[in-house]
C-alpha cells in the first residue's frame, strides 16, 4: 500500500482527528472559565492541570458521536497517533517549570506547547492545515502573551478555543476533499 494512500486512510476514517479537538475545545472552555475566576494564580494553574485529564476519555466519546475511528487499528501507522500525542507529555517539565517559577505565564507555556505538538499531525493525517495552524498558533499565542503582560490571562485559551474552531473547519474541509 502506498504511503500517501495510508496517510489519507487515516484522514478520512479518522476525520483528521478531530474529535481530539473537540475535547480540545471543551477543555479549553474549562480553562477559560478557570481563568475568569478570582482566585489566585496558583490555584487557576492547578485546576488548568486538572481539566487535561478530562481530555482522552472525552476525545473517545466525541469521535464515536461523530463516527470517527480513533483507534485506527487497521491502518499500519495506526499506533503513530497516539506516540504522537503522548509526545506533547514530553514538554510538560516546560510547563511544570512555568507554573513553578513564573505563574503568570504557565497558561502561554501550555497554551503554545499544544499549538506546536499539532505540527507533525500534518504528516500523519496528510493534511497541510495542521502544519500551518501549529505555527499560527504558537505565534499567536506568543504574541497575545507579551501583550497581555500577565493581566487578563482569560484571553489566552479563549484565543485557544477559537484557534481550534478555526482549525477544525480546515480539517473537515481537507478530509472531505479525500477520495
Do not use: C
Not at 479518522?14 to 481530539?20: D, V
Not at 510547563?95 to 497554551?111: K, Q
Amino acid at each position: 500500500m502506498e504511503l500517501t494512500k495510508i496517510r489519507n486512510e487515516l484522514s478520512v476514517k479518522g476525520k483528521n482527528g478531530i474529535g481530539f479537538l473537540f475535547s480540545a475545545v471543551v477543555i479549553w472552555s474549562i480553562i477559560t472559565i478557570i481563568f475568569l475566576q478570582p482566585i489566585e494564580i496558583q490555584q487557576k494553574n492547578i485546576y488548568m492541570l486538572f481539566s487535561t485529564g478530562l481530555m482522552f476519555p472525552l476525545s473517545v466519546g466525541i469521535s464515536s458521536l461523530i463516527r470517527a475511528d480513533w483507534r485506527l487499528k487497521n491502518n499500519p501507522l495506526g499506533d503513530l497517533g497516539l506516540y504522537l500525542n503522548l509526545a506533547q507529555i514530553i514538554y510538560f517539565p516546560i510547563l511544570f517549570w512555568g507554573i513553578a517559577r513564573i505563574p503568570n505565564d504557565a497558561i502561554i507555556f501550555f497554551a503554545i506547547i499544544t499549538g506546536a505538538h499539532f505540527f507533525p499531525y500534518g504528516w500523519f493525517y496528510n493534511a497541510k492545515p495542521f502544519y500551518i495552524m501549529a505555527p499560527i498558533i504558537s505565534i499567536v499565542i506568543m504574541f497575545l502573551g507579551l501583550f497581555l503582560n500577565g493581566e487578563d490571562l482569560w484571553l489566552i485559551p479563549l484565543s485557544m478555543i477559537v484557534l481550534i474552531l478555526f482549525l477544525i473547519f480546515w480539517l473537515i474541509l481537507d478530509y472531505k476533499r479525500k477520495p
